[in-house]
């Protein structure tokens, strides 16, 4: 039996990825001694995390063609490379920027810059590309 690979959308993951920097966000906030920064990999398999369980909610119980694997990437190849381009477009319109620390200060280490942190406590997110080229 194949593992099932998730395949959620652009917009999705997107969503997702706005979601967990805000929730992140909010704990740093409440806890000034949190670290206020991310690791790519780190932040990919939190992601990955978050689509499973909530495919596992929604598969009905004793469907076993329904299974993920539990060894690797829970996300499709091109849900991962779409993932790429979320954390990308987030990087452009400034709400991440790279590094962590003056000791980390490059990828794959970022952290939500200040106009991102405006952002995500208003959630008014825009595609940079989109805005430019017309496309919604």
């Given at each position: 039996m194949e593992p099932t690979h998730l395949k959620p959308?652009?917009?999705?993951?997107?969503?997702?990825l706005l979601d967990f920097l805000a929730t992140r966000l909010a704990e740093v906030r409440s806890n000034p001694d949190?670290?206020?920064?991310?690791?790519?990999s780190q932040m990919t398999r939190a992601l990955e995390?978050?689509?499973?369980?909530?495919?596992?909610?929604?598969t009905p119980n004793g469907d076993p063609t329904r299974t993920l694997d539990s060894g690797g990437s829970q996300l499709s190849d091109k849900?991962?490379?779409?993932?790429?381009?979320?954390?990308?477009d987030l990087f452009r319109e400034g709400i991440?920027?790279?590094?962590?620390?003056?000791?980390q200060p490059d990828f794959p280490y970022f952290h939500?810059?200040?106009?991102?942190a405006s952002v995500l406590e208003t959630r008014?997110?825009?595609?940079?590309l989109a805005r430019q080229s017309g496309d919604q």
């Open positions: 959308s652009y917009e999705e993951l997107r969503e997702a949190a670290n206020s920064g991310f690791e790519f995390s978050q689509f499973a369980k909530k495919h596992l909610a929604q849900a991962r490379m779409d993932l790429i381009e979320v954390f990308w991440i920027t790279l590094g962590q620390s003056i000791e939500v810059g200040r106009r991102g008014t997110a825009y595609r940079y």
